[in-house]
């Protein structure tokens, strides 16, 4: 591997750097019983930790659900915008 090579895979490991969340947001068709088994099934959230994030979202209109590497926000993210639910991805601020 050359050196411009190692740079633009340099450039694209450091795009994603730190820690990213999943932020839910507040829509009135899908149901808290549905939001909240997904956030077990799919977060790995308890039952109380979903319930109090479903809480939340309905009365803050968003809620963060979900904190690690962008990879892996990536593919959480992927899950559950699948099962319809209503879901950015965004860089953790400090």
């Known amino acids: 591997m050359n ?10 490991q450091s795009k994603h750097r730190g820690k990213y ?3 839910l947001h507040n829509d009135n068709t899908t149901s808290f019983d549905h939001v909240i088994q997904c ?3 799919i977060c790995g959230h308890n039952e109380y930790q979903a319930d109090q994030c479903a809480l939340l979202t ?3 209109n968003k809620c ?6 962008y990879e892996t926000c990536k593919s959480v993210w992927d899950n559950l915008i699948n099962a319809g639910l209503t879901v950015t991805v965004q860089k953790r601020k400090k």
């Not at 963060?64 to 590497?69: A, C, E, L, Q």
């Open 64 to 69: 963060s659900i979900f904190v690690d590497k």
């Open 21 to 23: 969340e999943l932020i």
């Open 39 to 41: 956030l077990i099934e």
């Open 58 to 60: 309905h009365n803050r």
């Open 3 to 12: 050196n411009v090579q190692l740079s633009e895979m340099s450039k694209k």
